[in-house]
């Protein structure tokens, strides 16, 4: 029986990045237009400091407004450090909590201003509170594709920490295309190395990329066994700590002409998919 296609939806990754601030009550409208899309996960908010991502700062208010009556979608917020973890481990409706877990050395100083030693260890931290408040910690392994800094990389740096990750019984790590260096050869590589590898492990894929190399990058990832896919509508999004020109997300309606096209069931409401499209323009536009 082949694994299901698993969509994780990331309006938090495209809203924090954006500079105006997106009212409360728009996010909360557009995030109960989401949920009703039916995605396995919906990566809604974070708690981070208002200094470092002021436009998320609302994320407890935001939770309260959200309608999880009716989804089957699980919520996954974002942390940083211990403090952020045990704010969102306070909230009994998230699942997930995420971490960023850089291979970069540079990076992880620019995201979390925490070396990749400190960092390792801040997982562990987070593990122990996830585990003692029934969430589960999502890693996403930044950097996985390469950086544009000249730190060290390869296949081997990269499958030594999903190792690591393993040994630390976390159970989903997404490899993340951070700054949009991937490319089909190194996705084939990663994907095919580690998923064999780590069967007890949800390998993802958070991909950054242009409308000319979606497609391409997707292909390569599913036909190396990856079924964790992180998208958002209309390919909003990219990483502020990262560099200067955000590259966007997936976008999602790509991500479903996708499987479509290759007769892959993805078990979402698409009939809700517009409504939610055409409130996006609102929340990332202005």
């Known amino acids: 029986m082949s694994t299901p296609l698993q969509i994780v ?19 909360i409208e557009y995030l109960n237009l ?3 899309v039916g995605f ?3 990566d809604f908010g974070s708690f981070v400091s208002p200094k470092a991502i002021p436009q998320l700062a609302d994320t407890a208010e935001v939770l309260a407004g959200l309608d999880l009556s009716e989804t089957p979608s699980k919520l996954l917020a974002i942390v940083a450090n211990h403090r952020g ?8 409706e998230i699942t997930y909590l995420g971490y960023p877990f850089s291979i970069s050395e540079t990076f992880q100083q620019r995201n979390t201003r925490k070396s990749i030693a400190e960092s390792a260890v801040l997982v562990d931290q987070i593990q122990s509170l996830c585990l003692q408040h029934n969430k ?3 890693i996403y392994l930044s950097m996985a594709f390469g950086n544009p800094y000249g730190d060290p990389w390869n296949l081997e740096i990269v499958e030594k920490w999903v190792e690591e990750m393993a040994k630390k019984d976390i159970g989903i790590v997404a490899l993340a295309d951070t700054v949009g260096t991937a490319d089909e050869e190194s996705i084939r590589s990663l994907f095919s190395t580690v998923i064999p590898r780590f069967p007890d492990v949800t390998i993802g894929a958070h991909f950054h990329a242009s409308p000319a190399t979606r497609l391409e990058k997707l292909a ?14 209309m390919g909003y999004g990219g990483c ?4 200067d020109e955000l590259v966007g997300n997936i976008a999602t309606e790509s991500l479903l002409a996708f499987c479509n096209e290759r007769n892959i069931p993805f078990g979402l409401n698409e009939k809700a998919i517009p409504e939610a499209m055409a409130v996006a323009p ?5």
């Open 85 to 92: 973890a045990v704010d969102a481990c306070a909230h009994p």
């Open 136 to 138: 589960q910690l999502v």
């Open 40 to 42: 396995h996960t919906l």
């Open 282 to 286: 609102k929340v990332f536009l202005g």
């Open 240 to 243: 502020p700590f990262a560099k």
């Open 220 to 233: 390569a990832a599913y036909e190396s066994g990856c079924r964790r896919f992180d998208t958002a509508l």
């Open 9 to 27: 939806e990331c309006p938090r990754d495209a809203m924090q990045g954006i500079h105006t601030h997106i009212p409360t009550s728009l996010k």
């Open 34 to 36: 989401l949920l009703k």
